[in-house]
């Protein structure tokens, strides 16, 4: 399996391909810098992430991960979180949605979205805390 180059430049390096998603606590998507010419136009991974969700999985986004969520269909009727500084670029995107981007992270129901950098170190342990979510325990995996 390849690296994945993240939007810094950092390479990840999966160590298990996604396989059953059923296995899975949970499916966090990470988000990125977003870039003018990107608007995040990786899609490699939008067509797990509807099927993790009807396997009773419960997708987090981070940071532009919500984004990525709303595209793949699975936040329509749920709120999200957002950084102030995407804001803007969202409501370009989801034309007629609103998100949150007063909080640091968004609850709602079997979604959970936070604003990225240390507001997942916040949402981490407050996942755990839910009783409707699964305990948070991470996992690297790529396609």
Known sequence: MSPILSSCGVAISPHERIGDLSRFDYLVVVGGVLEEESRLVD??????LPHAA????????????????????LMH??????????????????????PI??????VDRDRLTCSGGASAAHL???SSTVT?????????CGS
């Open 101 to 106: 981007f007063d909080q640091i992270f968004v």
């Open 77 to 98: 009727g749920y709120k999200c979180c957002v950084s102030w500084f995407y804001n803007s670029d969202f409501l370009l995107l989801f034309n007629g949605l609103q």
């Open 54 to 73: 009807e396997a009773g999985v419960p997708p987090v986004g981070l940071s532009t991960g919500s984004f990525i969520l709303h595209r793949a269909g």
């Open 43 to 48: 899609t490699r991974f939008d067509d797990h």
């Open 132 to 140: 409707s979510v699964k305990p948070w325990p991470p996992r690297a």
């Open 124 to 126: 981490a342990p407050f």
